[in-house]
C-alpha cells in the first residue's frame, strides 16, 4: 500500500477515534455521577486523536515520504489500552446504572475502539504483535452455570487471569517509572510487582518507551501495579466458571497461584496470588 493511501486512512481512522471519543463524552455525561470514570477515557480518546491527526500532519506535510511504522504500533497499543479502559467503566456501570442502554453503549463503542486499533496495527504490516494464547476453551467446567467476564493478558509471554470486578484500571507509563518498587497513579503509591525481574522472563512484547501496567484488586483488598506484556485485542471474555486444576510445576507461577484453569490444547492459564508476588 502506497504511503499516501496509509497517510488517508491515518486520518480517517483519527477523526473516527475523535468522534468516539465526542460519543463516550455524551454517554458519559448521561450517566452522570457515575460517569465520571468514563469521561476520562473519552478525554483520553480525544487527545490520542489528537496526536493521531497531529502525527499524520507532520508525515504528510514535513516527512520524508517513509512512515514510522514503530508509532503505528505505539498508537495501537495506546488505544487497545483505552478500548479495555473503556470495557472495565461499562463493565463497572452495568452494576449502577439505572438505565441499562448506557452501558450497553459504552460497550459497544469501547470495540469500536479496538477495531481503529486493530487497523493500525494492520496499516503497520507488522506482526509485532504476538498472541502467546487464545482465548480459553475450558476442559472442566464447573456444574454451576455461574458466567462471568475476565482478563486474559500475559507476563513474558505466559498467559494469565483475573476477575474483570478485580481489575481496576490498565496505564501505558513510560519506562522509567517501572524502576522503582511502587508506582505513582494519580498521587496514589501502589506497591509495583515485577514478574519480568523476578523470575528473570523476558518482557517480550513492549518497547523501551512505555510499559503496560494493570492495577488489580488484590485477595487483601489492597491495589497492585503489575507490569504486564501488551493486552491482546480481545483480552475480555465472557465465560462459564471453571473447575481449578494445578498448576504445572514447570510454571515459574506455580508457587503464586490462588487458582489455574486447563485450556484445549494443554496450555493453563493461572490466577495469579498478587500478594504474595508482591513480598
Known sequence: MKNEKKLWLLEQYAYKAWTVSLTLAQEAARAGEHGRGYAVVSH???VFADKLLE???KEKFDGNGSLDFNHLLDFGRMLVVLSINAELEAQSMAEVSM??????TMAAFAVELRRIAAALYELGESNAWDKP???????SPSESAARDYFLLFSIGGLP???NLKNVLEVC??????TIKNTFTLRGVQIPLINCFNKFNIPNKVNTENSQTILIVNGS???MYAVLIDDLDFNAIFYSAISKSVPVKKENPFSDFSRE?????GGEQVVFADWKNLAV
Open 160 to 162: 494469565l487471569i483475573e
Open 133 to 139: 494464547f487464545t482465548i480459553p476453551e475450558f476442559k
Open 55 to 57: 502525527f499524520t500532519a
Open 172 to 177: 501505558c507509563s513510560p519506562g522509567d517509572d
Open 260 to 264: 489455574c484453569w486447563d485450556t484445549v
Open 44 to 46: 483520553e480518546a480525544r
Open 99 to 104: 438505565d441499562f442502554n448506557i452501558p450497553k
Open 220 to 222: 487483601d483488598k489492597e
